[in-house]
């Protein structure tokens, strides 16, 4: 790229691939002077011999290595929701179409970023994944040994404990209840709930001395039904909560405000989003759950007028999603003004 093309290019749109970088740059008047495919080894190089740069990339695998890579060199890195980018695309797809259509979006003042997350952040949201991963792990073998039983006439009562208490009993019936070869598979997958049930201790201790070890965790452990879990994986998604301007906004974000479908004078409000982050979603309502059946609990944290009105006319289905939706209000208002909880405050969330 010769000297005069690197100093008009201002916007900067990079696609992302596993080896490949389609990138595209436009300068101040939004003509194109640069569209070239780099290495991954030549994308900062190349980047750190040119003048400060607006660059635009999608948020996925990569990316917010690269964006902190690009901020230590000057330029101003910003991630986007590729949903977001998609609008922008002209034409038939490539990837110099989309990487266009990035340097495109990332010039629009009404554009929603994707806060950069830390290195910390990266490891903590590690965790949460493995975790995540082995609980289904363990769900599925619950199952399969729930089904292999229902095949032999055994059913157990719903509940992981209960079945475990039921297992050493189950695999001594006699053989006409159960074969001696289907009692040697129910004992190996047992053996594997046990492996996974050490694995999720390990990993669920880690992030609980992670979550004690920070201030942001710490302070949204104040909230009801928040506890290391929720705490360390909000934190890991979305850091302070810079990202958004408001409670509502954070909310919507996890997908657990109604969906929209109005014109005119009609506002037409249906069921949740259930739109991005599924993870955070269903910790804060399994959150709202833990709160909903400890009543007692409600004057105490100041949420008893509440539920006692919402009860009236929800489904107790509905009073969940709808407390998940308050607690997740005042669990950003906690993190993003970074005080603890406080009942007596809880009616201007």
């Not at 599925?140 to 089904?147: C, F, L, S, V």
């Not at 509502?248 to 409000?269: E, N, Y």
């Not at 059946?293 to 999603?321: D, F, T």
Request: overall charge positive; some cysteine; proline content about 3%.
């Amino acid at each position: 790229m010769s000297q005069i093309a690197q100093a008009a290019v201002s916007v900067i749109g990079i696609d992302i691939g596993k080896n490949s970088f389609h990138v595209v740059g436009q300068d101040d008047r939004g003509a194109i002077v640069l569209r070239q495919r780099w290495s991954r080894g030549q994308v900062e190089t190349r980047l750190a011999n040119m003048p400060r740069c607006l660059v635009g990339m999608e948020a996925c695998v990569g990316a917010h290595y690269l964006s902190r890579k690009l901020k230590t060199l000057g330029h101003d890195a910003r991630l986007m929701p590729a949903k977001y980018v998609r609008p922008y695309s002209k034409g038939q797809k490539n990837d110099f179409r989309d990487a266009e259509a990035i340097a495109e979006a990332v010039q629009r003042p009404t554009m929603k970023f994707v806060a950069t997350k830390t290195a910390d952040q990266l490891d903590l949201q590690a965790l949460h994944r493995v975790r995540e991963r082995l609980v289904s792990q363990r769900t599925g073998i619950i199952n399969q040994i729930r089904a292999f039983l229902l095949e032999r006439g055994i059913a157990v009562r719903q509940g992981q404990r209960f079945l475990r208490a039921e297992l050493p009993r189950i695999l001594a019936t006699s053989p006409d209840v159960l074969s001696p070869r289907m009692a040697r598979v129910i004992e190996d997958l047992a053996s594997d709930w046990r492996r996974l049930d050490e694995r999720i201790e390990g990993l669920s201790a880690e992030i609980e001395v992670l979550a004690c070890a920070d201030s942001g965790c710490e302070r949204l452990m104040s909230v009801p039904g928040i506890g290391p879990i929720i705490s360390s994986a909000m934190v890991a998604a979305i850091g302070t909560g810079d990202a958004f301007s408001k409670g509502r906004d954070f909310a919507a974000w996890l997908g657990l405000v109604p969906r929209q479908m109005s014109t005119g004078d009609r506002t037409i409000l249906g069921r949740i989003s259930k739109r991005g982050n599924r993870y955070l979603r269903v910790l804060f309502v399994q959150a709202a759950w833990v709160v909903l059946i400890r009543p007692k609990s409600w004057e105490r944290h100041g949420l008893k007028p509440w539920i006692e009105s919402a009860r009236k006319r929800l489904h107790h289905n509905v009073l969940a999603i709808a407390l998940a939706n308050k607690l997740a209000r005042i669990a950003w208002s906690v993190l993003a003004r970074g005080r603890g909880f406080e009942a007596s405050k809880l009616h201007a969330v």
